[in-house]
T-cell receptor, first 114, second 113 residues
Framework: NAGVTQTPKFQVLKTGQSMTLQCAQDMNHNSMYWYRQDPGMGLRLIYYSASEGTTDKGEVPNGYNVSRLNKREFSLRLESAAPSQTSVYFC?????????????FGPGTRLTVL | KQEVTQIPAALSVPEGENLVLNCSFTDSAIYNLQWFRQDPGKGLTSLLLIQSSQREQTSGRLNASLDKSSGRSTLYIAASQPGDSATYLCAVPSGAGSYQLTFGKGTKLSVIP
């Protein structure tokens, strides 16, 4: 039982390049999330998927797109990377129960955009 | 808009001391509150989730309390150990019925041997 896994662990991009961050969970959770963590700003939600087939914008969605490929997988795409997207990206998942909505996080992807 | 504040931002204590970390939030219409631990360069580990109907939740040496009416939660760590050194974050739903979490900026704890 691996929990939430993310690939890659590290990535360096040049401005304008594109890439996709992958996330998978094996806990049979319905909901999945993408966050970014920046010094001084804390964790901020980029996009989330409350259930398979749905996606919604979070606090900082500009410059990103997401795909909920199936119940297990939720990817984050940067179409044209910018230095402001240098950050640590975390994927998380949870059940759909609003009362007991415990979120579990992956190990993160450290992205640098030059 | 939900706002979460954690005080202090950093805390240094000698090994063996009991300590309390504080979390406050502005919108009390929440179903739960979650405490996390983050080690340097790592992801977040869920420590405790308190449902709004509960007042306390315990896991080992950790005890978390929730007072919805005052918008406060505390995380009590008993008999601290150097291995407890990490950043502790609290998070609450961004609004009534929301799946989104709003995080505090964390308290960085150092336990000195």
């Amino acid at each position: 039982n691996a929990g939430v896994t993310q690939t890659p662990k590290f990535q360096v991009l040049k401005t304008g390049q594109s890439m996709t961050l992958q996330c998978a969970q094996d806990m049979n959770h319905n909901s999945m999330y993408w966050y970014r963590q920046d010094p001084g700003m804390g964790l901020r939600l980029i996009y989330y998927s409350a259930s398979e087939g749905t996606t919604d914008k979070g606090e900082v969605p500009n410059g990103y797109n997401v795909s909920r490929l199936n119940k297990r997988e939720f990817s984050l795409r940067l179409e044209s990377a910018a230095p402001s997207q240098t950050s640590v990206y975390f994927c998380a998942s949870s059940s759909t129960d609003r009362v007991f909505n415990e979120q579990f996080f992956g190990p993160g992807t450290r992205l640098t955009v030059l | 808009k939900q706002e979460v504040t954690q005080i202090p931002a950093a805390l240094s204590v000698p090994e063996g001391e009991n300590l309390v970390l504080n979390c406050s939030f502005t919108d009390s219409a929440i179903y739960n509150l979650q405490w996390f631990r983050q080690d340097p360069g790592k992801g977040l580990t869920s420590l405790l989730l308190i449902q709004s109907s509960q007042r306390e939740q315990t896991s080992g040496r950790l005890n978390a309390s929730l007072d919805k009416s005052s918008g406060r939660s505390t995380l009590y760590i008993a008999a601290s150990q150097p291995g407890d050194s990490a950043t502790y974050l609290c998070a609450v739903p961004s609004g009534a019925g929301s799946y989104q979490l709003t995080f505090g900026k964390g308290t960085k704890l150092s336990v000195i041997p």
